[in-house]
């Protein structure tokens, strides 16, 4: 199975919304709503963003929003500020009872 | 509050063998999964597989298949990833991470271990 695509990078100014996409097949995204997305800043661990979709773990941000239509899911992140600064990647459970991640999106804030 | 702390940064030479640790603390460990992932230098997440800890049942992502083993003592806690010959091309960071038994997220994750090949 090959990695989830996402788009290499994506930029906004403070304050704006942007909007992360996560494609998959009918294996993976389509198949399933256990859809996940991770943040990484530089050098430090994953960190758990949205699960199942659209669901925040406590103490995740409101401004995090998952969706998913299709093979395809989201992450909107609204408000955006520096500290929003990081990679990003998807997760989805698959029809091998693993998972597989997208190849990653850098967010920057202008 | 739960705490995954993994085995320290290792240097090892081809052809040698190597174990790392996952340990989990503030919680009972029976009724999760644990998942491995790698980073390679520069590169992004990669799953390499995951184990039950109530059944020690594992499933590897395609790639990893024969090339780790994955395994699991939950009476002290703790998960491994083994190789039985390193190559250069497993340098990268490996990180562990948790879900609870029927749930598809994993949401605790540990602070990575640094593994080096080179001869």
């Known amino acids: 199975q090959s990695a989830l695509t996402q788009p290499a990078s994506v930029s906004g100014s403070p304050g704006q919304s942007i909007t992360i996409s996560c494609t998959g097949t009918s294996s993976d995204v389509g198949g399933y709503n256990f859809v996940s997305w991770y943040q990484q800043h530089s050098g430090q661990a994953p960190k758990l963003m949205i699960y199942d979709v659209s669901n925040r773990p406590s103490g995740v941000s409101n401004r995090f929003s998952g969706s998913k239509s299709g093979n395809s899911a989201s992450l909107t992140i609204s408000g955006l500020q520096a500290e929003d600064e990081a990679d990003y990647f998807c997760s989805s459970f698959t029809n091998r009872r693993t998972y597989v991640f997208g190849t990653g999106t850098k967010v920057t804030v202008l | ?119």
Request: proline letters at 3%.
């Open chain 2, 1 to 119: 509050e739960v705490q995954l702390v993994q085995s320290g940064a290792e240097v090892k030479k081809p052809g040698e063998s190597l174990t790392i640790s996952c340990k989990a603390s503030g919680y009972g460990f029976t009724n999760f999964w644990v998942g491995w992932v790698r980073q390679m230098p520069g590169k992004g997440l990669e799953w390499m597989g995951l184990i039950a800890l109530r059944d020690s049942e594992t499933f590897y992502r395609p790639t990893f298949q024969g090339q780790v083993t994955i395994s699991a003592d939950r009476s002290i806690s703790t998960a491994y990833l083994h190789w039985s010959s390193l190559q250069a091309s497993d340098t990268a960071v490996y990180y562990c991470l948790t879900a609870v038994d029927g749930l598809f997220y994993f949401d605790f994750c540990g602070q990575g271990t640094l593994v080096t090949v080179s001869s």
